[in-house]
């Protein structure tokens, strides 16, 4: 078999990586960082491809060539390099960089000097591969599987409120590519992932798109469109609804900058959704207007709720006015105004000094 040949396989992975190369240019919701990441990425599986032909071409040599001492451990170590940049996409290993790092960098001249000391596999004079009679014979495959996991374990963390249909697309990605490890593993296949890193790339690149264009870019909070989608598919489970507003924004803005005010709408953002309440959901409506909804939860639940965001703000220089309603499942654009009515009362009675306790019904 011709490399030529061999490299053709790979068609439906280099036309699928092409096209997402070029899609990536449309992007009006990610960051220009994640789109650099995401082309890296793409780079990369599309060397793992190259390299994984050129590998297979070897193999069936019947000599060993210095080529295929060097492409074997160089596509075994792609591997985590892929997850890692898939991992960086959004961010989730921009903090631990290193860290992620650490796995590769010790596994890089265990894998490359393997076959003279036959840690984990050799290839002997005939060009046959030989495992090492230890559990290590399954290291590039564990090495792999630990970065699935990483990747399974933060991307459910960051998600863990929201985009459950995204959720489990990715959660799909990551099974399949976990049943492909151990296939490869009970059959002894050569291994190139090149056409499954594609396909999780283009499902994540295509969630994350998703996800990135129902947050909020400032805050992280879903954003209005998803507050309107939300209150006519959710109708059936909200019990409640809160409305809040930012009180002095704009005087904020005008006196310190509009770096400060955007610094203290995240500071709210993070004092409404820092007690992780399940079944509550939080959004940015408007420049300095939030809204919550609860699903499934008794009043005596959200009051509860309300307060401990109000003890939240006041550990801030940061305040707010509520107004909470609890819904009429027959009419929720109705009581969705009377939390803005409620609200507005709450924000005139902090204005004149009152009792800025959260609003009664």
Known sequence: MSIISLILDEYMTFAALLGLWIMVDSSVHLKKRTITVTRSVIVLIFVEAVLSSLETWNSQLDHLTTARIILTPTVYLLHPLIMIGILDMAEFGRKHRALLLLPVLISAPLLYTSQWTHLIYWFSPDNSYNRAASLLRYYPFCLFFLYILLFAGTFV???????????????????????????????????????????????????????????????HLMNRQCYFADSDK???????????????????????????????????????????????????????????????????????????MQANLSETACECAFGFEM???????????????????????????????????
């Open 157 to 219: 963390m960051r998600y863990l409120r929201r985009g459950t249909s995204e959720r489990k697309g990715i959660l799909v990605c990551i099974l399949i590519a976990s049943f492909g490890l151990v296939f490869h593993i009970v059959n002894r296949m050569t291994v190139d992932y090149s056409l499954l890193f594609t396909s999780i790339l283009l499902i994540y690149y295509l969630s994350l798109y998703v996800l990135t264009s129902k947050e909020d870019t400032l805050t």
């Open 234 to 308: 959710l109708k059936d489970r909200i019990t409640a609804v809160v409305s809040v507003d930012m009180n002095d924004l704009k005087k904020i803005n005008d006196s310190q900058g509009h770096d400060a005010g955007d610094t203290a709408l995240i500071t709210v953002a993070k004092c409404l959704t820092r007690d992780s309440l399940k079944n509550k959901r939080v959004y940015r409506i408007g420049g300095d207007e939030f809204a919550i909804f609860y699903l499934d939860k008794p009043e005596e639940a959200v009051r509860e709720d309300i307060r401990r």
């Open 327 to 361: 819904v009429d499942r027959h009419n929720i654009r109705k009581s969705i105004l009377a939390a803005d009515r409620k609200m507005y009362a709450n924000k005139a009675a902090m204005k004149n000094s009152l009792d800025p306790a959260y609003c009664r019904p």
